[in-house]
């Protein structure tokens, strides 16, 4: 991976009390593109789209991709879906890195590691990941979570606000931290 890929994705997953979690817990993620980031965590590089969705746990439902529970893991693996979806259609064939705060999504993700839950959800990504990967360099990496770094807390943000059923505050009025 060259050392300052065009883009740079910031993907993060929220689930509303993420215990004995079932296919109606509410769980969201978040999926911040950003341009030009140095990955300092100042956030730097310009902001270029923001979205964000629900994990869909209904089989044969729209946006389904193999979750069967509303979880973390399963917003953060869904928040890996939908960056790896954005640079299929919008990304050219740019170099690209998604940067989450789950080391379970990237290494799953990226098949560094096998899925012993989730497979099916997994299966998807990876299959997702490898279909990228075969376009353009593409890597992964760690960013600590809720240390500040402004995107992975708009990333955060996003999901938080979605799981919740809420808007999420403007970029222009939203300050790191705020959830």
Request: aromatic content about 6%.
């Amino acid at each position: 991976m060259e050392p300052n890929p065009r883009w740079t994705l910031y993907v993060d997953g929220s689930c509303l009390g993420n215990q004995n979690v079932d296919a109606t817990t509410p769980a969201a993620w978040g999926l911040v593109v950003v341009q030009g980031d140095n990955g300092l965590g100042k956030g730097s590089g310009e902001l270029h789209e923001e979205t964000s969705g629900m994990v869909v746990t209904e089989a044969g439902a729209a946006g389904h991709i193999g979750a069967e529970v509303g979880s973390n893991n399963t917003a953060e693996l869904s928040g890996f879906a939908a960056a790896l979806r954005w640079l299929l259609v919008d990304g050219n064939d740019d170099s690209a890195v998604i940067r989450a705060d789950s080391v379970y999504a990237g290494n799953l993700a990226s098949g560094a590691w096998k899925a012993k839950a989730n497979r099916e959800l997994v299966a998807h990504v990876q299959a997702l990941w490898d279909e990228v990967s075969t376009l353009r360099p593409l890597s992964w990496s760690h960013v600590k979570a809720h240390r500040g770094h402004r995107w992975n807390e708009r990333a955060d943000h996003l999901a938080l606000r979605r799981a919740n059923g809420e808007t999420p505050v403007p970029l222009t009025f939203w300050k790191p931290g705020q959830r």
